[in-house]
């Protein structure tokens, strides 16, 4: 089945620095790959995604980035603010296209 | 335009009690997904379903628990005979469109405390 794995875990940023967290995955069958973030206690929303016919994607301060080749892809946020703290968490779907497979998350934690 | 309800929000149970966690998907939304999050984890796939079909239950435990989601009515996800073990928060979302190409909208979740 797919593997998915996060990387770092643990994120601290000051506030306005930019945030990279960076997901590998190992089924090469997966054709979309969403991000999303988790406050404490809440539920997951979800705040970017992009499809296998597409690099890079952007919505304001979020971006995201795939390679296909090399099975990752990755979550870019600038100008991080407080409110960015939270859970973040990559789920490419699974080969049969039946469900998204979450990563173990990453904490971003954005101090000011 | 109500997003997906999940009930109860808490609930406890002592060992060897029956659970039943409900979900009813956004409005138009025929696709119904189960998780399971351990704390400090992410979200473990449980099982996936459309009306009156189970599609994918390869993440659900071949005992003990069961999914369901009839033409009326909402989704129930049933855990029999909970041990410990089975304290989570389950997440149900929902999707309008077939398999998972397309966004999830997650429920609030039902944390399960089993005593």
């Known amino acids: 089945g797919e593997n998915v794995e996060q990387h770092p875990s643990t994120l601290s940023v000051q506030e306005g620095d930019s945030a990279v967290i960076k997901c590998t995955y190992s089924?090469?069958?997966?054709?979309?790959f969403p991000w999303y973030k988790q406050e404490l206690g809440k539920r997951p929303q979800l705040i970017i995604d992009?499809?296998?016919?597409?690099g890079e994607k952007k919505d304001q301060r979020i971006a995201v980035t795939l390679n296909k080749t090399a099975k990752h892809f990755s979550l870019h946020i600038t100008e991080t603010q407080p409110e960015d703290s939270a859970v973040y968490f990559c789920a490419p779907n699974n080969q049969a296209g039946t469900a998204l497979i979450f990563g173990k998350g990453t904490t971003l934690s954005v101090s000011s | 335009n109500a997003g997906v309800m999940q009930n109860p929000r808490h609930l406890v149970r002592r060992r060897g009690q029956e659970a039943r966690l409900r979900c009813s998907p956004m409005?138009?939304?025929?696709?119904v997904y189960w998780y399971r999050q351990l704390p400090e984890e992410g979200l473990k796939f449980m099982v996936y379903?459309?009306?009156?079909?189970?599609?994918?239950e390869s993440g659900m435990p071949k005992e003990r628990f069961s999914a369901e989601f009839p033409k009326e009515g909402p989704s129930i996800l049933r855990i029999q005979q909970v041990v410990r073990g089975d304290s989570a928060a389950y997440f149900c979302?929902?999707?309008?469109?077939?398999?998972?190409?397309?966004?999830?909208?997650f429920g609030n979740g039902t944390r399960l405390t089993v005593t």
């Open positions: 089924d090469s069958a997966s054709n979309y």
């Open positions: 409005k138009g939304h025929s696709h």
């Open positions: 379903l459309q009306k009156e079909n189970i599609i994918d």
């Open positions: 979302a929902s999707s309008a469109e077939q398999g998972a190409e397309s966004p999830l909208h």
């Open positions: 992009i499809r296998s016919n597409v």
